[in-house]
Nanobody, 119 residues
């Protein structure tokens, strides 16, 4: 069993910054990739940023240049540094670990954390 939890969300004014954290705990696992998603009201859950075990990163066009994903495999923790936030960034943010337990590969989701950006 793996539990995943996000932290660091909240309310911030436009132009401000937040740093989200997400930690996985429980069963011993290997991390293949770390990903952040977000879901705004009435919209689907979309990929925001990803980080592979090889260190490659990718970002949604809407956040490129403003958000930075990073991770610490030893701590089983990922981070999302969000700068120059806009109201359009308001959403529930979810972390997702691409994990490997023996030969079992699966994704493990956090419950989500709210980020609200006021204008």
């Amino acid at each position: 069993q793996v539990r995943v939890a996000e932290s660091g969300g909240g309310l911030v004014k436009a132009g401000g910054s937040l740093r989200l954290s997400c930690t996985a705990s429980g069963t011993t696992f290997r991390i293949n990739a770390m990903r952040w998603y977000r879901q705004a009201p009435g919209k689907q859950r979309d990929l925001v940023a990803s980080l592979t075990s090889a260190g490659a990163t990718d970002y949604a066009a809407s956040v490129k240049g403003r958000f930075t994903i990073s991770g610490d495999n030893a701590k089983a923790t990922m981070y999302l540094q969000m700068d120059r936030l806009t109201p359009e960034d308001t959403a529930n943010y979810y972390c997702n670990f691409d994990l490997q337990v023996d030969l079992w590969r699966f994704g493990s989701w956090g419950r989500g954390i709210q980020v609200t950006v006021s204008s």
